[in-house]
C-alpha cells in the first residue's frame, strides 16, 4: 500500500514554465542585442556610409563590437559552454556539401584582388579588419554558438538548422532603423539567412567555430572594401560575376545544410518508430503468437534500435 507521504515523493513536478531554461539562455544574447539596437538606433543613423572612414569603423564596428563579443565571452565562460557553443564532436555528412562552403571562401578571396588598394590608408584597412573580425567572434559566438545549443537542447537538428538561419536573417532587421532603406534591408534578411546556411555548414563540415568566424569576417572585409575604395563602379562586371556564383553557392548551401541537419536526425526518426512496434519476442510473450517463428523482423528490430544509439 502507497501511502501518501510516498505518492507525494514520486508524482512528477509540475513544469510551470514551458520553455526549457537552455533554450531561453541560447535566446537571450540575442534578444539582448536586438534590444541595445533598437535602442542606440537613431532616425538620423547614415547605414550606407557605415565602415567608410576611420572614424566610423572605430565607433561602428570596432568599439561596440568589442564589448559585445567581451561580454558575450564572460557569459560563455560562466555557462561552462565554451566546449559545446565552439566545437562539434562529429563532423557533417556526406562529404559533398563542404563544396557550397569552399565555392563561398573562393567568393570572398576573388574580390579581395578587386578592391582598390590605393585608395584605402594602411591604417583604415587594419582597423577594418579588427572590426570585421570582431563582428565574426560575436555574431557567430551568438547564433552558431551559443543560439545552437539552446535550440539543441529542444529540438532536433534539423529544425536548429532552420531556426538558426531564420534568427539570423531576422536579426538584420534592426539595419532599418540604423538609416538603411527598407527594400535594401529585406534583401539583406534574405541573404543573411542564406548566408547563414553556408556559416551552420562552416561549423559542421569542419567541427569548429573558427570557420564560420574567419568566413564572416572576409565576407564582411570584401563588401566594406569594395564600397569603401569606389571598385562598385570601376569593377562592376566581374563583381556581378561573383555575384552570380556566390548566389548559386548559397542556393547549393541551403539544399546541403538542409540534407546535412536531416542525415543527424535520421537516428532519432528511427528510434521513434520502432520504440512504437513491440518486438515480436515480447509479442509472443504474451501469449499472442506461441507457436509461431519469430521471422526475421524479430532479430532485425533489436538490431536497428542499438545501431542508432545516441
Known amino acids: 500500500m502507497v501511502t501518501s507521504e510516498q505518492h507525494a515523493v514520486v508524482r512528477p513536478r509540475r513544469r510551470w514554465w514551458p520553455v526549457p531554461p537552455s533554450l531561453l539562455?541560447?535566446?537571450?544574447?540575442?534578444?539582448?542585442?536586438?534590444?541595445?539596437?533598437?535602442?542606440?538606433?537613431?532616425?538620423?543613423?547614415?547605414?550606407p556610409t557605415l565602415g567608410l572612414t576611420v572614424d566610423s569603423v572605430i565607433r561602428s564596428l570596432v568599439i561596440p563590437e568589442s564589448i559585445a563579443a567581451g561580454v558575450l565571452a564572460l557569459i560563455v565562460t560562466g555557462l561552462g559552454w565554451w566546449r559545446i557553443a565552439t566545437v562539434d564532436p562529429t563532423r557533417g555528412r556526406p562529404?559533398?556539401?563542404?563544396?557550397?562552403?569552399?565555392?563561398?571562401?573562393?567568393v570572398s578571396l576573388g574580390r579581395l584582388p578587386l578592391i582598390d588598394w590605393g585608395e584605402l590608408s594602411v591604417r583604415y584597412v587594419l582597423l577594418l579588419a579588427l572590426g570585421v573580425l570582431l563582428v565574426g567572434v560575436f555574431e557567430e559566438l551568438m547564433t552558431r554558438g551559443v543560439l545552437l545549443v539552446g535550440?539543441?537542447?529542444?529540438?532536433?537538428?534539423?529544425?536548429?538548422?532552420?531556426a538558426s538561419c531564420v534568427l539570423f536573417g531576422l536579426l538584420?532587421?534592426?539595419?532599418?532603423?540604423?538609416?538603411?532603406?527598407?527594400?535594401t534591408t529585406v534583401v539583406q534578411v534574405v541573404f543573411a539567412a542564406s548566408f547563414g546556411s553556408a556559416l551552420y555548414l562552416a561549423r559542421r563540415m569542419s567541427g569548429s567555430l573558427l570557420l564560420p568566424v574567419l568566413i564572416h569576417a572576409l565576407w564582411d572585409f570584401g563588401s566594406i572594401g569594395l564600397t569603401a575604395s569606389g571598385s562598385l563602379t570601376t569593377q562592376l562586371p566581374l563583381i556581378g560575376l561573383l555575384g552570380l556564383v556566390s548566389f548559386a553557392a548559397l542556393l547549393f548551401g541551403i539544399v546541403a545544410g538542409g540534407v546535412v541537419a536531416w542525415r543527424d536526425d535520421a537516428g532519432r526518426r528511427l528510434r521513434r518508430r520502432w520504440r512504437e512496434v513491440p518486438s515480436m519476442r515480447a509479442f509472443a510473450g504474451q501469449g499472442g503468437m506461441v507457436g509461431l517463428p519469430a521471422g526475421p523482423f524479430a532479430a532485425a528490430r533489436p538490431a536497428l534500435s542499438a545501431s542508432t544509439r545516441p
Open 25 to 47: 539562455v541560447g535566446l537571450a544574447p540575442l534578444v539582448v542585442f536586438v534590444g541595445i539596437s533598437v535602442w542606440r538606433a537613431r532616425p538620423d543613423d547614415d547605414y
Open 95 to 106: 562529404r559533398w556539401a563542404a563544396l557550397a562552403v569552399l565555392v563561398i571562401v573562393v
Open 151 to 162: 535550440l539543441r537542447r529542444r529540438l532536433p537538428e534539423f529544425w536548429v538548422w532552420i
Open 172 to 183: 538584420h532587421f534592426v539595419n532599418a532603423l540604423a538609416g538603411a532603406a527598407l527594400g
